[in-house]
T-cell receptor, first 112, second 115 residues
Framework: GEDVEQSLFLSVREGDSSVINCTYTDSSSTYLYWYKQEPGAGLQLLTYIFSNMDMKQDQRLTVLLNKKDKHLSLRIADTQTGDSAIYFCAERGSGGYNKLIFGAGTRLAVHP | DGGITQSPKYLFRKEGQNVTLSCEQNLNHDAMYWYRQDPGQGLRLIYYSQIVNDFQKGDIAEGYSVSREKKESFPLTVTSAQKNPTAFYLC??????????????FGQGTRLTVV
């Protein structure tokens, strides 16, 4: 079945890089997404990667995709306190209605 | 500005009551979705709609109902049949481009509490 797994918590020092990891099971997924959720708010799309890509960079964000291992990572360079949030990995399932399969989310805590 | 608006932000319900959560979008998106979020869990799909007057059950539709009479609106009713309705509810929308759905845009959520 379809499943997405993430570690639940990550703590980093301000200015360091953060790496949030995700594994998924649906090998037919065409798009994989990273969303950010701040407390009490909805989800904000950060970035996405198409399955035929290995890497995508967008300013401080770098997404790496290892399709063979079904592993996705999000690297945030120069992590700031404003980056503290929950980060969700999601894959678009093989159904045609954009059903997104979400992981449980990784809570990123940035400390001085 | 275009976006998705959910209301109310907080909602309290007595046991045995039905309540309706509002979701409106002015993005001209075809597809709309309702997700439920519980602490420590990912989002779970309740219902989705690809076009007006059509909607389909998601993974956890029991105890919920929806309607899609207008493209802009996709209200969710939490009925008394839903045994554990306390949760954070998120509405989302997306558009199909050449038959391929784009990423989903989310509203700010409604926190429902049963008292």
């Amino acid at each position: 079945g379809e499943d997405v797994e993430q570690s639940l918590f990550l703590s980093v020092r301000e200015g360091d890089s953060s790496v949030i990891n995700c594994t998924y099971t649906d090998s037919s997924s065409t798009y994989l997404y990273w969303y950010k959720q701040e407390p009490g708010a909805g989800l904000q799309l950060l970035t996405y990667i198409f399955s035929n890509m290995d890497m995508k960079q967008d300013q401080r964000l770098t997404v790496l995709l290892n399709k063979k291992d079904k592993h996705l990572s999000l690297r945030i360079a120069d992590t700031q306190t404003g980056d503290s949030a929950i980060y969700f990995c999601a894959e678009r399932g093989s159904g045609g209605y954009n059903k997104l399969i979400f992981g449980a989310g990784t809570r990123l805590a940035v400390h001085p | 500005d275009g976006g998705i608006t959910q209301s109310p932000k907080y909602l309290f319900r007595k046991e045995g009551q039905n309540v309706t959560l509002s979701c409106e979008q002015n993005l001209n998106h075809d597809a709309m979705y309702w997700y439920r979020q519980d602490p420590g869990q990912g989002l779970r799909l309740i219902y989705y709609s690809q076009i007006v007057n059509d909607f389909q059950k998601g993974d956890i539709a029991e105890g919920y109902s929806v309607s899609r009479e207008k493209k802009e609106s996709f209200p969710l009713t939490v009925t008394s049949a839903q045994k554990n309705p306390t949760a954070f509810y998120l509405c989302a929308s997306s558009v199909f481009v050449s038959g391929t759905p784009t990423e989903a845009f989310f509203g700010q959520g409604t926190r429902l509490t049963v008292v």
